[in-house]
């Protein structure tokens, strides 16, 4: 079988820094995704890590540890308009750029 | 570049009546997906194209769903008939193809069945 673990909500203040983790069971693990989506809107791309290591691009940085089964996405200097979900993806080999979603974490930001 | 198009926004239809849903990827992309997404839940692959061959349809429900990309670009969902608990959001993406591509969704289509 197939499960990612993300936390359900997290709450944090403007210009803080909020880290939200993933693990992840799978087999054929190919790298992790990330996706942002704001209330009815649509999911938009984040980040992907193939490799170990921490990718950052802008405010948002992703990182991933293969052999640990684990990521994490950090967002730095919150802004309101981060309140959304966070959903870890998991492409998977095999099933050709399949992705396979966690349940999602949503964020509030707070004055 | 136009992102990923979905019609209608929203749709409110009896149990037991037929709804579609029509989706046109980004201009270029040769992979379409259809995901559902239940309320508080990630997206949920449905059916995956390589231009107009559904190449991954494992989580299609055929008893009730149906779906067609008959000249590879644009696409429609179609659910004959509804039930209750098909009731969600109905999201279409497109990539340019391959292992690697990233994902582009649309906005997806809300569908209350009542």
Redo the contacts between chains.
Sequence with gaps: GQSLEQPSEVTAVEGAIVQINCTYQTSGFYGLSWYQQHDGGAPTFLSYNALDGLEETGRFSSFLSRSDSYGYLLLQELQMKDSASYFCAVKKTGGYNKLIFGAGTRLAVHP | EA??VQSPRYKIIEKKQPVAFWCNPISGHN?LYWYLQNL??????LI?YENEEA??DSQLPKDRFSAERLKGVDSTLKIQPAELGDSAVY?C?S?LG???????????T?LLVL
Aim: proline content about 7%; overall charge negative; charged content about 20%.
């Design positions: 992102g990923v992979t508080g839940q990630g997206p949920e692959l995956r190449v991954d999201l993406a990539s391959g292992s690697q591509e990233t994902q582009y969704f649309g906005p997806g809300r």
